[in-house]
């Protein structure tokens, strides 16, 4: 299978797209790998259930899937032809996008079809070679890119902060999952940090820091003193000549990162840092948007 062409990656403003269908297939006929993927979306057993949903691949996608921390984009598509294919009366509602665990960087658009005239479920799919128009959620999308961009701004000021005052400080992983959102890093981070760390966000969020998106070798980070952050390239199953997506909080921190952001830190809006909680030698810093 060809990957798909991640096009919300060069241009996170782009919340509609006309592609083509490269495969549909019933939730039923899914790889267990791929079922797995959407555990709890489909109720084991339920015949009915695993016919109505589908998998909808497309030569290029404006859905985030999710990763990375940040949840998967919602929305639609809908067939662009009256003349061919599914005849142009059908919709595809999109309630969840994951990477394919059975093919690698092959997008897996899951949810179910309905008639575009009556939103009912309808039994016609759209048929392989099809020009279909994407188009997601735009309120979830900036919600989720604003949450992304905040985790980013409290794991750049956490590191000034503390980096040199945790024993063993490293950042590890984020979720930015608006419920649960948390950075979590290496080393004790103990509770009186909570309100300097506070602080140091509010002046990244007020300072309105642009936020780029670049790509990267390994000679780029090398020249910034940033050999830490370069990614596994064999374990993203990248090529040689593929150079790595980079979102640089200017003034701040630079990060490899595949998911969508605002354009600058104030943007982001307040940054409620919550909670610090520490278990096993690592700690997570918990933070919330209004």
Same mark, same amino acid.
């Given at each position: 299978?060809?990957?798909? &062409?991640?096009? =919300?990656?060069?241009?996170?403003? *782009? %919340?509609?797209?006309?592609?083509a269908?490269?495969?549909?297939? @019933? &939730? ?6 791929n ?9 084991? !057993? ?28 919602? !929305? =639609? ?5 009256? @003349?061919?294919?599914? !005849?142009g009366?059908? $919709? =595809?509602a ?5 990477m ?6 092959e997008?897996? %658009? ?20 099809e020009?279909?128009?994407?188009t ?15 985790? %980013? ?6 590191? $000034?902060? *503390?980096?040199?005052e ?16 948390? +950075?979590? =890093? ?17 002046? &990244?969020v ?18 910034r003193? *940033? ?8 374990a993203?199953?990248?090529t ?16 490899? +990162? ?9 943007? +982001? ?7 610090? @909680? ?8 918990? &933070?919330?948007?209004?």
């Amino acid at each position: 299978m060809q990957r798909t &062409y991640l096009a =919300f990656q060069r241009n996170a403003h *782009l %919340h509609t797209l006309q592609t083509a269908v490269t495969a549909v297939q @019933s &939730y039923a006929s899914l790889e267990e790998s791929n079922k797995a993927l959407f555990k709890g979306a489909v109720k084991e !057993g339920d015949a009915e259930a695993e016919a109505r949903h589908h998998v909808v691949v497309t030569e290029q996608t404006v859905f985030h899937p999710q990763g990375g921390g940040q949840p998967s984009d919602e !929305g =639609f598509m809908e067939s662009s032809s009256t @003349s061919t294919g599914s !005849g142009g009366d059908v $919709r =595809f509602a999109v309630s969840a996008v994951r990477m394919s665990a059975a093919s690698e960087g092959e997008v897996l %658009h899951f949810g179910q079809f309905l008639s575009k005239s009556d939103s009912a479920a309808t039994t016609t799919t759209f048929q392989p070679g099809e020009t279909v128009t994407q188009t997601i959620d735009a309120d979830k999308r900036l919600l989720y890119s604003r949450y992304h961009t905040a985790g %980013h701004v409290l794991g750049a000021a956490v590191r $000034r902060l *503390l980096e040199a005052e945790v024993a063993g400080f490293d950042e590890l992983k984020a979720s930015h999952f608006p419920a649960t959102a948390a +950075c979590e =890093f290496a080393g004790l981070i103990e509770g009186k940090w909570k309100d300097a760390i506070q602080q140091r966000v509010d002046e &990244y969020v007020a300072a309105d820091m642009p936020v780029e998106i670049g790509w990267w070798d390994e000679a780029d980070f090398q020249a910034r003193g *940033l050999e830490r952050l370069i990614p596994d390239r064999a374990a993203m199953g990248m090529t040689a000549d593929e150079k790595f997506r980079v979102v640089d909080i200017k003034g701040a921190e630079a990060y490899p +990162c595949g998911g969508t952001h605002v354009d600058s830190t104030k943007l +982001c809006g307040q940054t409620n840092v919550r909670k610090i @909680s520490r278990a096993k030698g690592n700690s997570r810093v918990g &933070y919330v948007l209004p």
